[in-house]
């Protein structure tokens, strides 16, 4: 089946609330996941939310997410038939609105949140490609460059996929949204960007000097 | 009665995995939120979890998030008696961790989780304090420095207190932990650390230009 451009609105992916904020565009989509790095999975747990950070990868339109054999959400999504009902949401603070009203103050932002069930990977070959999907997705060509998973790691962690089907985003740019009364309030207003950065890599004491920085960590 | 150093851990709060990196201390725990902009907030509707990222503010031992009274959790939790049950989530990631094997890689980051019942926040005073507090987790001050809600508006917003009782830390620090058998590996291994700061305000196009940059966003 040929992907269409978007992801299907459902029920779940549209908002209550600023609805004009809302997106199903899948470029977009996977622009703001792609840039992230840990993402805040939501599963229950006898009843209660449970919302725990954690490393993911992409891959097309399949998110993968490890972990110890022995963790919760991996363990529970191990027992479950059809699998672990989760959530999964990545934002990007981007600036901070000031606004000359209090009511109106707000962030700019870019989230994706992700609903549906993870299953567990059973199949040799998506596992390794699922785990590369985590290093990469740090740093991207870096499982080309370190020792790939051994027998007794890969018996040791365990990978979940979710599919990206029931996905919406969420995106707030601009300025701020005063009342036209408030116009002339003597109090700044514009935005506050946030900025992102990488410092200077640090080598590990143990690392053989001869041993260069590769060039896809000069580059970051 | 008087506050103790630390959180007192529960089942809840000690980790199946890693527990050596979970921890208990107020101040730590204070300090991880207090430098958050935004927390994922998690709740379970129809027996499915939602994670959704929102601003939130801290006042002691309480925790605030705010909302229009139509948005799904605020009005949940108004429905529901004793409230709503949420998992909220704080999340710093402050270095990519790059070890010789593919396994190994991590990321060094600042976590808080806290379980509880969110419950709406209906006596004035009390908004009021906790309006002003989503504010300043913004920018310390603006409180003071922007127009405070009105009737009208203080009647659309909902306010949830979640108070900080079941409460874990969780810190990754420092570098890589290879292998003995893998430091002869040839690959480079450190860790690349990730930097936040702010770009320059951006006054609105509609700002007096006799309103000057107050000290506080020059201080940035």
Known sequence: MPETARY?????????????????????????????????????????????????????ERLYIHGSTGSRPLRMAGEQDPGLAVCLTVTHVDGLVLARSAFHHSINYRSVVVHGTAHQVVDPDERRMALDSLVDHVVPGRSLDSRPADAKELAATAVLRLDLEEVSAKVRTGGPNDEPEDLSLPYWTGVVPLTRGYGTPIAAGDLDPAVALPGYLAEL
């Open 8 to 60: 299907e609105p459902t029920e779940r992916t549209v908002p209550t609330r600023s609805r004009d904020r809302a997106a199903y565009d899948r470029d977009l989509v996977h622009s703001i996941l792609d840039e992230g790095y840990v993402c805040h999975l939501g599963f229950v747990r006898d009843g209660a939310p449970v919302v725990l950070p954690t490393l993911y990868g992409r891959v097309g």
